[in-house]
C-alpha cells in the first residue's frame, strides 16, 4: 500500500497598524473551507492537506481581501505572515490619523490590486551591530524586544566594501604600500578600495524576537551578508480596496521627518511622491495623496 506523507501550512495574520492578531478571518482553500486550528496569537494551522496546489482566499470585515497561491509536496510544510492592510470602512480607523492613497491610471480608480508600498525614509535608529552572514535566520539590532518593529518587511542598504574582494586584493594593497614607499607606484594606484566598494540591497522580514540570544528572527535566510550598520526602509505588500485606495496608518515610529517620501511599485511601473505633514497636527486628519500612474 502506498503512503502518502500529508502537507500542511501555516498563517499568521496582524493588523498593519497595532500589530495585533487578527482571529477572526475566514480563510478558503480552493474555495472550500478546509478545517484548521485557530490560535488566539493570529496563527491558522492547516494540516493533513494532500500534496498539490492551492489558493488561499483571506477574509476578514474590515480588511482588503487577501490572496495568494502555493505548491505543497508530500511532507511539506509553508509558513505565510501577514499584515493585513485595512479597506475604507474599518471602523478602527475612526479618529486615526493616517495615509490614504488614492490609485488612478489613465483617471481611473485601481481597484482590488496589489501594490508596494517603501517608505524611502530609512528608520534612522535601528542599525545592525553585528555581522550576519548569507544564510543567517536571526541577526543583532540595536534596539531590544521592540513590538512595534515586527512583523515588518524593510529594505536593508548599505554602502561599504566588498569583504571578499578585499581579502583577495590584500596581498597586492600590501605589494602597494611597499612601492609607494620605495616611490615605486604609478598614478592608478591606491585606487583598490574604491574598486570594492559593494552596494548592499535586499528584502527582509522580521517576525519575532528571541529574548534568550537577543535576535531578531527573519521569516527567511539572509540571501547576502549584513555587515554593521546600514539602512532600514519599511514597505508594505498591499492591495487597493474596493475604492481604489490604499490606507496606511500613521507609522510614527518610523516617520519623524515632516517631509515624507513614498514610492508605489504597480506592476512594473513605479511612482515618487512627497508628503509634506508639518501641520498634520489634527488626530482626526486624514492626509490623502493621488497616486497617478
Same mark, same amino acid.
Given at each position: 500500500?502506498?503512503?502518502?506523507?500529508?502537507?500542511?501550512?501555516?498563517? +499568521?495574520?496582524?493588523?498593519?497598524?497595532?500589530?495585533?492578531?487578527?482571529?477572526?478571518?475566514?480563510?478558503?482553500?480552493?474555495?472550500?473551507?478546509?478545517?484548521?486550528?485557530?490560535?488566539?496569537?493570529?496563527?491558522?494551522?492547516?494540516?493533513?492537506?494532500?500534496?498539490?496546489?492551492?489558493?488561499?482566499?483571506?477574509?476578514?470585515?474590515?480588511?482588503?481581501?487577501?490572496?495568494?497561491?502555493?505548491?505543497?509536496?508530500?511532507?511539506?510544510?509553508?509558513?505565510?505572515?501577514?499584515?493585513?492592510?485595512?479597506?475604507?470602512?474599518?471602523?478602527?480607523?475612526?479618529?486615526?490619523?493616517?495615509?490614504?492613497?488614492?490609485?488612478?491610471?489613465?483617471?481611473?480608480?485601481?481597484?482590488?490590486?496589489?501594490?508596494?508600498? !517603501?517608505?524611502?525614509?530609512?528608520?534612522?535608529?535601528?542599525?545592525?551591530?553585528?555581522?550576519?552572514?548569507?544564510?543567517?535566520?536571526?541577526?543583532?539590532?540595536?534596539?531590544?524586544?521592540?513590538?512595534?518593529?515586527?512583523?515588518?518587511?524593510?529594505?536593508?542598504?548599505?554602502?561599504?566594501?566588498?569583504?571578499?574582494?578585499?581579502?583577495?586584493?590584500?596581498?597586492?594593497?600590501?605589494?602597494?604600500?611597499?612601492?609607494?614607499?620605495?616611490?615605486?607606484?604609478?598614478?592608478?594606484?591606491?585606487?583598490?578600495?574604491?574598486?570594492?566598494?559593494?552596494?548592499?540591497?535586499?528584502?527582509?522580514?522580521?517576525?519575532?524576537?528571541?529574548?534568550?540570544?537577543?535576535?531578531?528572527?527573519?521569516?527567511?535566510?539572509?540571501?547576502?551578508? +549584513?555587515?554593521?550598520?546600514?539602512?532600514? +526602509?519599511?514597505?508594505?505588500?498591499?492591495?487597493?480596496?474596493?475604492?481604489?485606495?490604499? !490606507?496606511?496608518?500613521?507609522?510614527?515610529?518610523?516617520?519623524?521627518?515632516?517631509?515624507?517620501?513614498?514610492?508605489?511599485?504597480?506592476?512594473?511601473?513605479?511612482?515618487?511622491?512627497?508628503?509634506?505633514?508639518?501641520?498634520?497636527?489634527?488626530?482626526?486628519?486624514?492626509?490623502?495623496?493621488?497616486?497617478?500612474?
Amino acid at each position: 500500500m502506498r503512503i502518502i506523507h500529508k502537507a500542511s501550512f501555516i498563517i +499568521m495574520l496582524t493588523d498593519i497598524g497595532s500589530k495585533m492578531p487578527i482571529t477572526d478571518a475566514v480563510i478558503l482553500c480552493n474555495g472550500k473551507q478546509n478545517p484548521y486550528i485557530r490560535k488566539d496569537e493570529g496563527y491558522y494551522i492547516f494540516a493533513d492537506l494532500c500534496p498539490g496546489h492551492y489558493k488561499i482566499e483571506i477574509f476578514c470585515s474590515g480588511y482588503v481581501n487577501t490572496d495568494l497561491e502555493c505548491e505543497l509536496k508530500a511532507g511539506q510544510s509553508h509558513s505565510f505572515v501577514f499584515d493585513l492592510p485595512y479597506n475604507s470602512v474599518n471602523p478602527s480607523l475612526v479618529g486615526t490619523p493616517r495615509f490614504e492613497f488614492l490609485v488612478k491610471k489613465d483617471g481611473k480608480s485601481i481597484k482590488n490590486k496589489n501594490i508596494l508600498v !517603501i517608505l524611502k525614509n530609512p528608520v534612522k535608529l535601528l542599525k545592525v551591530i553585528q555581522k550576519a552572514k548569507q544564510g543567517d535566520q536571526m541577526i543583532f539590532l540595536n534596539i531590544n524586544d521592540d513590538p512595534l518593529l515586527f512583523p515588518q518587511r524593510y529594505i536593508f542598504t548599505h554602502k561599504g566594501k566588498d569583504e571578499k574582494k578585499e581579502l583577495e586584493n590584500k596581498p597586492e594593497q600590501n605589494d602597494n604600500k611597499k612601492n609607494e614607499e620605495n616611490g615605486l607606484n604609478d598614478e592608478n594606484s591606491g585606487n583598490t578600495e574604491n574598486k570594492n566598494r559593494k552596494n548592499i540591497k535586499q528584502k527582509i522580514f522580521i517576525v519575532g524576537f528571541d529574548k534568550d540570544s537577543g535576535t531578531y528572527a527573519l521569516h527567511k535566510p539572509i540571501k547576502e551578508s +549584513m555587515p554593521i550598520g546600514g539602512s532600514f +526602509m519599511p514597505y508594505w505588500e498591499l492591495k487597493t480596496d474596493h475604492k481604489g485606495k490604499v !490606507i496606511l496608518p500613521l507609522m510614527g515610529r518610523f516617520i519623524k521627518d515632516s517631509k515624507v517620501n513614498f514610492e508605489l511599485q504597480l506592476d512594473d511601473e513605479k511612482k515618487h511622491l512627497t508628503a509634506d505633514f508639518s501641520n498634520f497636527d489634527n488626530v482626526y486628519k486624514t492626509l490623502q495623496i493621488n497616486a497617478e500612474f
